[in-house]
T-cell receptor, first 117, second 109 residues
Framework: GAVVSQHPSWVICKSGTSVKIECRSL??????MFWYRQFPKQSLMLMAT?????????EQGVEKDKFLINHASLTLSTLTVTSAHPEDSSFYIC?????????????FGDGTRLSIL | GIQVEQSPPDLILQEGANSTLRCNFS?????LQWFHQNPWGQLINLFY???GTKQNGRLSATTVATERYSLLYISSSQTTDSGVYFC???????????FGKGTTLSVSS
């Protein structure tokens, strides 16, 4: 089946550091990837939609200059949290959908737990 | 945007009991998925079920798209079934999934 790999799975870093998270589709091409954020005991909230070769679309309230998204190929999207602060600590998870097939399930990575000290 | 409501928010069961989780959505959908999030945060895809009925072992799901709801059935529950169950829907091709708030299931032995 379709596999989405997310790396790293866990990051602890100091306030002010920038952190890059990778999301890869291992065995299929993904024209679209999605980035979600989940705070403790809450649901997943969409942050942005990442389209290969074009600028990401951000949800209302998500700072595009803080959460930089790059989708340079059909198998890789990256999320960079710039100048991270403790309030950015969260669980970040990506998903991808198969290229050019409309009604197909989305496949999720295992998530990245980010802790900013 | 589309609204997704899950019930109940919390469910406590004894091992061996059966349960039904419900997901209501406010608009027509072309994607509906049920997930189990384990204690490590991994989202395990249980069913892709925008309509109809599917079964996988002790789990089954039914979506009645015309009435805008889906049900997840868990039979003979086990302690490993504990965790949060999410329903997520999409109503346009290629768009992101919108998640409900989840049902937290606790199964005790």
């Amino acid at each position: 089946g379709a596999v989405v790999s997310q790396h790293p799975s866990w990051v602890i870093c100091k306030s002010g550091t920038s952190v890059k998270i990778e999301c890869r589709s291992l065995d299929f091409q993904a024209t679209t990837m999605f980035w979600y954020r989940q705070f403790p005991k809450q649901s997943l909230m969409l942050m942005a939609t990442s389209n290969e070769g074009s600028k990401a679309t951000y949800e209302q309230g998500v700072e595009k200059d803080k959460f930089l998204i790059n989708h340079a190929s059909l198998t890789l999207s990256t999320l960079t949290v710039t100048s991270a602060h403790p309030e950015d600590s969260s669980f970040y998870i990506c998903s991808a959908r198969t290229r050019s097939i409309s009604n197909q399930p989305q496949h999720f990575g295992d998530g990245t737990r980010l802790s900013i000290l | 945007g589309i609204q997704v409501e899950q019930s109940p928010p919390d469910l406590i069961l004894q091992e061996g009991a059966n349960s039904t989780l419900r997901c209501n959505f406010s608009d027509s959908v072309n994607n509906l998925q049920w997930f189990h999030q384990n204690p490590w945060g991994q989202l395990i895809n249980l069913f892709y079920i925008p309509s109809g009925t599917k079964q996988n072992g002790r789990l089954s799901a039914t979506t009645v798209a015309t009435e805008r709801y889906s049900l997840l059935y868990i039979s003979s529950s086990q302690t490993t079934d504990s965790g949060v169950y999410f329903c997520a829907v999409g109503n346009q091709a290629g768009t992101a999934l919108i998640f409900g708030k989840g049902t937290t299931l606790s199964v005790s032995s």
